[in-house]
Structure formats: structure tokens, C-alpha cells
């Protein structure tokens, strides 16, 4: 007998990829979205789904999917999920990143207790980190509103998972990236404007902060992960990450050199894209994930940099002949 996922989110980028898993173990899948038009990334499995209108902030939207379902799997991916973001927005952003969480564990509980729920934290929890590197029991420090909502959402998640005994995991994801991210993300703002330059748009590419130090993934890795944390027999919390960081210069530089460019004759430091709050070295102890869900991450730090500007430079020359792009106009 197959069983039964909901994925909130399920129209970004973790939500495509854990959909696509899912299918692929014979799951039937719903996913709750608050815009049907917004479906680009599910155009290939949309047949192979189940849509609900709805989103976190709706605690009714919630409970009548979690009632008519009656999902063994509840995984939570919906949130504002951008840190400079939270800064411009921060009330919109507890309301969806923080109680949001809460009314999704509140919809498990009422109509659906015995079901499995995932919940996506965040490396941005530990923000000011106080331990090298950080693990699942790292002291969280977080230094934005994104942090400070993904805190809220951690501890109710535990809290429910202890007062409720329902079977509630955190995953403690630390930046994990594809060619599937938005373009408001310093990655793909990145291999965005090496395809821009390569093809003569700009010439130039404006960042912030080039030391900042991170420990990235590919995305399509860590919603394995997710997946064994909910197969497991007790619930329980665990890092998700490489155990290798890399700076954003590392990024650039790699990008840049997949198109034969040197990126220092193109990047230029804008104290604007500088975080109010820096954030400056984080690294994952995945040590935990790995030996109890025998978890590892397929693709590399440079495999996964050459995948997305590759991608990247697919899509400009797919729809170079129609003189538009989601680049921009092609003058």
C-alpha cells in the first residue's frame, strides 16, 4: 500500500525535488501552494500530483487539508525564505516562517496525530555561531529576522514533538543550492549574471560581502535526508550539510571559469548587498546524519557550481531566439 505525503512549498526549489522523490518511491503526493500560476518548477510531474489551495497563514486552508488527506508524511517547506528579505519585511516573516510552523503542527495535532511531519530549520539559527563547527546541540545565536523565526519554529517543532509524542523531525539545513533556486539568492544572482556577461548583456556584477564563508549542497541531496529522518523509529533533530565550507568567492571564482572569464574583471564589492547582521563562517558537523540515517551528499561543491551556471547558460540560449529571456530583453 503506497503511502501518503503532504509538502507545503511543494512549488519551490526543496518542494520540486522531494515531490519528484517521493513519486519515484510510489508516494501519492499533494501539495499545498498559495498561487497556481506559480508552478514553473512542477511542470514535469503537475499530472502526477494532487494541488490544494492554501497556504500557512491560513490556519483553516491547513486543517481541511490535513483532514481530507490524512497524510502518513507532512513535510513543511513553506516559508519566506530569504534572509535579506526578512530584514526588509521581518512581521511577514515570523508570520510565515515562524507561526506558520505552528499552525501546521497544530493542524497534525487536531486532524492527523500519528502522522510523520519534517520540519525545515535552518543553519541561520545559529547566526553569531559559538561552536566550530555546528552540530545539533550548537547554542543558536541568530542574527536576523529569519533567524529569529526559524528559532520560534525549531523549538515549537521539538516542543510539540515532546509535550504531543508525535513523530516531529527538524532538519538543520545548512544552504543548499540548484539550478532550480530563485533568482533573488546570492548563487544564482551569480551564475544569472555570468550567463548575462557571457553572452554580452552586462558587464559587470554587483555582490556583497565576498569572504562570507558557507557550507553549501545540492539541494536534490538534502531532500533525501529529509525523507530518512521520517523513516526512521524514533524522531529525532539532525544537520543537514557537507562538512566543507567554501567562500562566496569560491563561488564566483568557479562560476566565472566555467565560461573562460577571470571574475575579478567583472565582480565589483557593494556595501548595499552587505547583511545589517553579517553572518560570516558557517560549517555543518554532519557526523549524526550520517552515522544513524547513512546520509551522505552526492555532488560536490564545484559539480554543483558548473551544474547551475551550465543550466543557466541552457536557458539564456533556449529562448535567445525569441528575443526575450528570463534574463532580461536581449538588445
Not at 22 to 32: I, R, S, W
Not at 113 to 121: E, G, K, M
Request: hydrophobic share 40%; with cysteine; charged share 25%.
Amino acid at each position: 500500500m503506497s503511502k501518503t505525503a503532504l509538502i507545503t512549498g511543494i512549488n519551490g526549489q526543496d518542494g520540486s525535488y522531494l515531490a519528484e522523490l517521493l513519486l519515484d518511491k510510489q508516494y501519492d503526493v499533494y501539495g499545498l501552494v498559495r498561487e497556481i500560476s506559480n508552478l514553473t518548477l512542477l511542470e514535469p510531474i503537475l499530472s502526477d500530483i494532487a494541488l490544494l489551495h492554501g497556504d500557512v497563514t491560513n490556519q483553516t486552508s491547513l486543517d481541511t487539508a490535513v483532514n481530507e488527506i490524512q497524510p502518513d508524511e507532512v513535510y513543511n517547506l513553506a516559508a519566506q525564505s530569504s534572509v535579506a528579505a526578512s530584514w526588509g519585511d521581518p512581521v511577514a516573516t515570523g508570520e510565515v516562517t515562524a507561526l506558520g510552523v505552528l499552525r501546521v503542527l497544530e493542524a497534525v495535532r487536531q486532524h492527523c496525530p500519528d502522522a510523520r511531519l519534517f520540519q525545515a530549520s535552518s543553519a541561520e539559527v545559529f547566526g553569531n555561531v559559538e561552536e566550530m563547527p555546528q552540530r545539533e546541540t550548537t547554542p543558536f545565536c541568530p542574527r536576523s529576522p529569519y533567524g529569529v523565526a526559524k528559532v520560534y519554529a525549531h523549538w515549537a517543532t521539538v516542543n510539540y514533538r515532546e509535550t504531543y509524542g508525535m513523530f516531529c523531525c527538524n532538519g538543520i539545513l545548512f544552504n543548499h543550492e540548484s539550478p532550480r533556486r530563485g533568482i533573488e539568492f546570492v548563487t544564482r544572482k551569480i551564475t544569472n549574471g555570468v550567463a548575462r556577461i557571457h553572452n554580452g548583456l552586462d558587464t559587470e556584477l554587483r555582490l556583497g560581502n565576498l569572504d562570507a564563508m558557507r557550507d553549501w549542497g545540492f539541494a536534490g541531496d538534502y531532500v533525501k535526508a529529509m525523507w530518512m529522518m521520517l523513516q526512521q523509529d524514533e524522531p529525532d533533530d539532525y544537520v543537514v550539510a557537507t562538512g566543507e565550507a567554501h567562500s562566496v568567492r569560491d563561488f564566483v571564482d568557479i562560476a566565472f571559469s566555467e565560461v573562460g572569464l577571470n571574475y575579478e574583471d567583472y565582480v565589483v564589492v557593494d556595501p548595499k548587498f552587505f547583511r545589517p547582521a553579517e553572518v560570516n563562517f558557517m560549517l555543518g558537523d554532519v557526523s549524526k546524519t550520517k552515522k544513524i540515517l547513512g546520509w551522505e551528499p552526492d555532488v560536490a561543491f564545484n559539480e554543483l557550481v558548473r551544474m547551475m551556471v551550465l543550466v543557466d547558460l541552457e536557458i539564456f540560449n533556449s529562448v535567445k531566439s525569441d528575443n526575450r529571456s528570463i534574463f532580461g530583453d536581449l538588445d
